[in-house]
């Protein structure tokens, strides 16, 4: 109904439908190449910008953690309390936790494993449970990571054998997602005055935001790289920035493959209204005699390829949207994801550069018939 009002208002529209009708094979043919490049843009657009989700979501929030460990190249073994301190120090507004570790076998029963044990005094600053309580000051028991807890079959109340010493389990940890260099799925944490050593192998900094963990960062280099560098400072965030702009790169790659595959169906929309346009010279040359001026003869070869690219966006931008629920379905595991802004974005931009690709390629055949002169194109 709308387009038969917009024909009715706009006439060329309404010439230019009727002739894509006589001739419904090859207007269709020419619409299918502009559909093959709407998919290919949007559905690379929505894997790139899937991908992209998946592997920020797997690291989880390491944006916002910074990891102080000590400078072995600088003969650095440890840190010690000093350095925990004016870590502490620099680092006044967020979350400071220094934590030592080592490796001892863990026995339940009759299984025995050989983890990580971390020593820490307030463990609840950085992970959180899934049972149990983690108390304030970690001071008595033992809490276990959740994939050592199912292989072991561990329950909280149970108690377990850590180097010769028998704890108590506290509380078992919620499962960590994302990547960390302090992973408890497979480890044990003891209070810190069940290690021998005073020294610390690394400190844990979580920050409220990546910014504020960047600003963080730079604090601790500062303050404790002064003179001598006896630290190192894993910044995290930038680890996400790199993957950030690597995908982007990514996305634009395959964009670039995308676009190829309309730039190849504009060929193919040059090449058909070219070939109607030979044909069609008798009538073009009867429109120009009974009255039609140039421009009017442009509007309709234009209005053709606009309504080729029109029909072959909408029918592109459908399947699309087909093609991204089964894309996030499978790298993110939620469908629905297919809707999000940046995914529309993608879509929207398929549509117009479909649409303007099309229009583009009708330019040409669109000039070289309104300059046909009527006598001519009647001989012909």
Do not use: C
Not at 2 to 29: E, G, M, Y
Not at 364 to 371: E, F, G, L, M, R
């Amino acid at each position: 109904m709308i387009v038969d009002r917009l024909a009715r208002r706009f006439p060329s529209l309404l010439i230019a439908r009727r002739n894509l009708s006589r001739t419904k094979l090859r207007s269709a043919l020419a619409a299918l190449g502009i559909i093959i490049g709407v998919v290919a843009i949007a559905s690379l657009g929505m894997f790139g910008a899937s991908l992209r989700q998946s592997a920020t979501g797997s690291l989880g929030d390491i944006g916002s953690e910074v990891i102080v460990s000590p400078a072995f190249e600088s003969g650095v073994e440890e840190l010690t309390e000093r350095d925990v301190r004016r870590i502490d120090r620099a680092a006044s507004r967020e979350t400071v936790v220094p934590v030592k570790s080592k490796q001892e076998p863990v026995s339940y029963g009759q299984d025995e494993r050989v983890v990580t044990v971390y020593g820490m005094e307030n463990p609840g600053a950085v992970f959180g449970t899934q049972s149990g309580r983690l108390p304030d000051r970690f001071r008595s028991g033992v809490v276990v990571g959740s994939d050592l807890a199912d292989d072991l079959e561990l329950r909280t109340g149970n108690s377990v054998e850590i180097g010769g010493d028998t704890y108590r389990v506290v509380a078992i940890l919620e499962r960590e997602g994302g990547f960390s260099p302090l992973n408890p799925n497979r480890a044990v944490v003891l209070p810190e005055s069940e290690f021998e050593s005073d020294g610390y192998s690394q400190v844990v900094v979580s920050a409220a935001t990546g910014s504020s963990a960047n600003e963080t960062a730079i604090a601790i280099r500062e303050t404790l790289n002064d003179r001598e560098k006896t630290v190192d400072v894993l910044e995290l965030a930038s680890i996400t920035d790199q993957i950030g702009s690597f995908f982007d790169v990514l996305n634009v790659f395959l964009l670039g493959i995308g676009s190829i595959s309309l730039l190849v169906a504009g060929v193919s929309i040059l090449n058909v209204m070219l070939m109607s346009t030979v044909e069609r010279r008798q009538e073009i040359g009867v429109l120009r005699a009974v009255g039609f001026r140039k421009r009017d003869i442009l509007k309709i070869l234009l209005a053709e390829a606009l309504l080729l690219g029109i029909a072959g966006g909408v029918i592109g931008v459908a399947l699309s949207v087909g093609v991204g629920l089964v894309i996030n379905y499978i790298t993110i595991e939620s469908a629905l994801a297919a809707f999000r802004l940046e995914n529309l974005f993608y879509l929207l931009a398929a549509f117009v550069f479909g649409v303007t690709t099309s229009v583009i390629s009708g330019l040409y055949p669109a000039w070289k018939a309104a300059n046909e002169r009527p006598v001519e194109a009647l001989r012909n």
